[in-house]
Nanobody, 123 residues
Framework: QLQLVESGGGLVQAGGSLRLSCAASGQSLERYAMAWFRQAPGKEREFVAVIDWSGGRTYYADSVKGRFTISRDNAKNTVYLQMNSLKPEDTAVYYC????????????????WGQGTLVTVSS
């Protein structure tokens, strides 16, 4: 059973940066395309970014293009999200998950949701 633990969130001022990590256990992440999602207060969960199994192809939501970078290290069984130029509207709980399949705008997620990590961007 795949288990995912997100970390790296915190409080940051607008314009700052954070690097989120997603550590997997139970299965190797190399089986899956991996994605980041976020859920802002009072809103539904939304797609942020996805990376294919090899790390050779990535896609991003329009709201984060040019600011966020998804990457992976299959040897470490870890996925990352580098977030730069953070904005208050980026405030959310961030989750990672594997994808049954994905497109350039979404990931059909596995049933392996973790607790997420909270990112709060102050103005």
């Amino acid at each position: 059973q795949l288990q995912l633990v997100e970390s790296g969130g915190g409080l940051v001022q607008a314009g700052g940066s954070l690097r989120l990590s997603c550590a997997a256990s139970g299965q190797s992440l190399e089986r899956y395309a991996m994605a980041w999602f976020r859920q802002a207060p009072g809103k539904e969960r939304e797609f942020v970014a996805v990376i294919d199994w090899s790390g050779g192809r990535t896609y991003y939501a329009d709201s984060v293009k040019g600011r966020f970078t998804i990457s992976r290290d299959n040897a470490k069984n870890t996925v990352y999200l580098q977030m730069n130029s953070l904005k208050p509207e980026d405030t959310a709980v961030y989750y990672c998950n594997g994808c049954n399949y994905y497109t350039d705008y979404d990931c059909n997620a596995l049933d392996a949701w973790g607790q997420g990590t909270l990112v709060t961007v102050s103005s």
